[in-house]
């Protein structure tokens, strides 16, 4: 599975690279109008960003996690690192994303939320195995008056919280793993 991930992550890498590259090319060769650079290095600029990104998210993995908290939309996160890890998933798995209705802001580290969904992925594909199957990921928010289970022992505290769901047609987890997880 790391391979998988590893040969992922480079392809997402490169096609950034080639963004970049040829946007840079264009820029170079190519009489264009101020408005054709401006959206030429915008381009570069935004490619640039998501390779760092995900320089961050290979960093994280091999075990050097920078904390970096930020103001970030849960929806639009959790699509753009499904659209990185997409390319592991093998042809048989069918994955549908159900974004919030409505934007959900959460303050966290992007990098840290991405190893967190790529775990969570790699284990329903465990699951699910090679036959044909499916995932489903939801994002949505919702009140909780008492917490429905501990973690690590302390209750969440009524109120708002951002939930990220995933199901898979996998065969699940026996009750002492599933007793481990909550």
Do not use: W
């Not at 970049?20 to 060769?29: F, P, S």
């Not at 290095?41 to 760092?52: C, E, H, I, M, Y």
């Amino acid at each position: 599975s790391i391979g998988q991930l590893a040969g992922g992550i480079a392809h997402n890498f490169n096609n950034l690279l080639t963004v970049i590259m040829g946007n840079v090319e264009l820029v170079r060769e190519l009489p264009l109008s101020q408005q054709q650079m401006r959206q030429c290095l915008t381009d570069v600029a935004k490619a640039s960003a998501r390779a760092a990104e995900l320089s961050t998210m290979m960093l994280t993995y091999l075990g050097f996690p920078p904390s970096q908290p930020q103001t970030m939309e849960l929806s639009t996160t959790i699509e753009q690192i499904l659209g990185i890890l997409q390319s592991t998933l093998h042809g048989a798995l069918h994955c549908t994303f159900t974004p919030s209705p409505e934007p959900i802001y959460i303050n966290g580290d992007r990098t840290q939320i991405a190893h967190l969904i790529n775990n969570l992925i790699e284990n329903s594909v465990e699951a699910i195995g090679k036959e044909p199957g499916t995932m489903s990921v939801m994002v949505y928010e919702d009140y909780y008056r008492t917490s429905p289970t501990s973690y690590h022992g302390e209750r969440l505290k009524p109120g708002r919280y951002a939930c990220i769901e995933i199901r898979d047609s996998g065969c699940g987890m026996e009750s002492v793993v599933l007793e481990k997880a909550i």
